[in-house]
């Protein structure tokens, strides 16, 4: 089994940064890869970034150059750097863990919101 505990999201003006992190708790295993998704109102949930322990990423078109996703395998915990926020970037993220980059994995964190708004 595997906790997610995603933190940082909050309100933010188009334009500015913020930073998400999510700590993972449990089998070592499970989060090889490690990753951010996000769920606007009315819409799917959508792949934003994933990366795996060995440093592999892999980001959604729409934000390559304005995020950046790392990680701390010490700490076993993803962070996302989001910056040149835009109101379209709002949604719930959701931190994302599981065995392997060729499928989503099984383990979901709560969700945090993002709100990008003037």
């Known amino acids: 089994q595997v906790q997610l505990v995603e933190s940082g999201g909050g309100l933010v003006q188009p334009g500015g940064s913020l930073r998400l992190s999510c700590a993972a708790s449990g089998s070592m295993f499970s989060t090889t890869v490690m990753g951010w998704y996000r769920q606007a109102p009315g819409k799917e949930r959508e792949l934003v970034a994933r990366?795996?322990?060995?440093?592999?990423?892999i980001y959604a078109d729409s934000v390559k150059g304005r995020f950046t996703i790392s990680r701390d395998n010490a700490k076993n915990t993803v962070y996302l750097q989001m910056n040149s926020l835009k109101p379209e970037n709002t949604a719930v993220y959701y931190c994302?863990?599981?065995?392997?980059?060729?499928?989503?994995?099984?383990?979901w964190g709560q969700g945090t919101q993002v709100t990008v708004s003037s």
């Open positions: 994302n863990a599981g065995n392997t980059l060729a499928e989503v994995g099984r383990y």
């Open positions: 990366m795996s322990r060995g440093g592999t990423t």
